[in-house]
């Protein structure tokens, strides 16, 4: 009996034949090359008719100190370089400054301008795919100071360099106005606060001066009225006196006359009188009593008493009336109130402001700081003319297009080659190898017969 397990089998069977596969590649060499010719091709149109994009850079770094010495040594604006540089890089990337910039340079987006948009529509894709702002990586330590880089990336027929060196040039622009209006307005803000100050110095010396006048004029008031009162009091006080004398007076001519002293004389030359003796007598009287009044003789004491009637001002009989009169004349004006009535420029005599004004002045002074030659920054790198494009790369479109057109023939013999094999059934070469598989002796001693066909 014959058996099946006994037939040889073909161990390439079910598996893949990468040399027949490779073979069948090989022969279809041309639809390769054909199809790679056609794609690269394809691809250089594809590279030749895209608009060429180019690429400028520009490179801001901090400014020498002594470019914002001035600004500095002003003691109202303090700018260091690093923050200059911030400050002008805050501007670069400000939405606004970018969309202002635009505005004022229309002629140089036209290309950017589509029909249907906004202006605002065109910048923000121009703002989004063209402009980039980079800085150094604060980590890295590839860069041994601060910079801050712009790129910008523009089709051709765009002028590019001048879009970003003027971008440059209007957002330092602008950053110096900005600080310009901030010292401005810090300098105006100190110099209301001095001059309030100053005010307020003048405002208390106008207190005190009339404060001063106001005291001076009241103890001159107090005084005059002082001295009135002293005054009228001595008047009546010599009037009474006058009065006092005048009696006495009559009282004293009454008695000389019933004496019948008639000239003045003393006790001891009364007495002698009614004696007779020598005339030529010389008496000297000394005596420490006061010699009673009506030995004045009434001549005189009636001479006396006609003359204080007749008195009109007690006036002259009392020195401290002509003190009193003069110290009146004296207050009828202050000659300290007067000069402080008629001070000119006042302001000389205020009080601790002389630090003030100079501080004013100073200020002042700052105002005529010129901004136009301020230096933010400084310039490192600005952007020249490119001297290619950075896209399209025709070398690497033309490399892709190749192994493309490679790929894309690699798989057009492939599948033409599965199709042929399909439509062709198996390979005539396999008939006799299966013919001579089933031809084999007999063990059981039937020959070298072979089978018939409805036995297998």
């Not at 923000?124 to 100071?145: C, H």
Request: charged share 25%.
């Amino acid at each position: 009996m014959t058996s099946i397990s006994n037939f040889p089998r073909n161990s390439s069977v079910g598996e893949v034949d990468l040399i027949a596969i490779f073979q069948a590649i090989w022969k279809q060499k041309l639809i390769i090359i054909a199809s790679m010719a056609v794609c690269g091709l394809l691809a250089l149109i594809y590279a030749y008719a895209v608009t060429p994009e180019y690429r400028v850079t520009s490179v801001l770094r901090p400014a020498a100190i002594n470019e914002l010495d001035a600004l500095n040594r002003s003691g109202v604006y303090t700018l260091p370089p690093s923050e200059a540089l911030l400050k002008v890089g805050a501007s670069l990337e400000s939405y606004d400054s970018r969309l202002g910039f635009f505005r004022e340079n229309q002629e140089l987006f036209s290309q950017f301008k589509q029909p249907g948009r906004t202006l605002e529509q065109s910048f923000e894709e121009f703002n989004r795919d063209s402009l980039r702002l980079m800085q150094p990586d604060p980590k890295s330590a590839g860069s041994l100071s601060a910079f801050i880089s712009l790129e910008l990336n523009y089709p051709e027929g765009v002028d590019g360099v001048q879009i970003l060196n003027g971008f440059v040039d209007y957002a330092i622009s602008a950053e110096r106005d900005q600080i310009a209006a901030d010292l401005k307005v810090i300098v105006n803000n100190r110099l209301t606060e001095l001059k309030g100050k100053i005010n307020a110095a003048r405002s208390s010396y106008e207190n005190d001066k009339e404060a001063r006048i106001a005291s001076l004029e009241e103890a001159n008031a107090l005084k005059r009225a002082q001295l009135q009162d002293e005054l009228k009091a001595l008047r009546q006080q010599l009037k009474v006196q006058r009065t006092d004398r005048m009696a006495q007076l009559g009282e004293a001519i009454g008695i000389a006359r019933s004496l019948g002293i008639q000239k003045p004389t003393t006790p001891s030359a009364l007495g002698d009188s009614a004696r007779s003796g020598d005339a030529s007598i010389m008496r000297t009287e000394i005596t420490n009593q006061q010699i009673p009044l009506y030995f004045m003789g009434v001549e005189a004491l009636e001479a006396e008493r006609a003359a204080l009637q007749q008195r009109k001002t007690d006036d002259f009989t009392e020195a401290r009336i002509a003190q009193i009169a003069r110290e009146l004349q004296l207050l009828q004006s202050n000659r300290e109130v007067e000069v402080l009535k008629n001070r000119q420029n006042e302001d000389v005599f205020l009080q601790g402001v002389e630090p003030l004004r100079a501080e004013v002045v100073r200020l002042s002074n700052l105002s005529n700081l010129d901004f136009t030659n301020l230096k933010l920054v400084s310039i490192d790198r600005k952007a020249l003319v490119p001297m290619a494009p950075v896209k399209p790369r025709k070398a690497l479109i033309l490399l892709l297009g190749l192994v493309l057109g490679g790929m894309l023939g690699v798989l057009i013999a492939l599948v033409r080659h599965y199709l042929h094999t399909r439509v062709a059934g198996p390979q005539p070469s396999m008939a006799p190898a299966l013919s001579a598989t089933l031809t084999r002796p007999n063990d059981a001693g039937i020959g070298g017969k072979t089978l018939p066909n409805d036995r297998l």
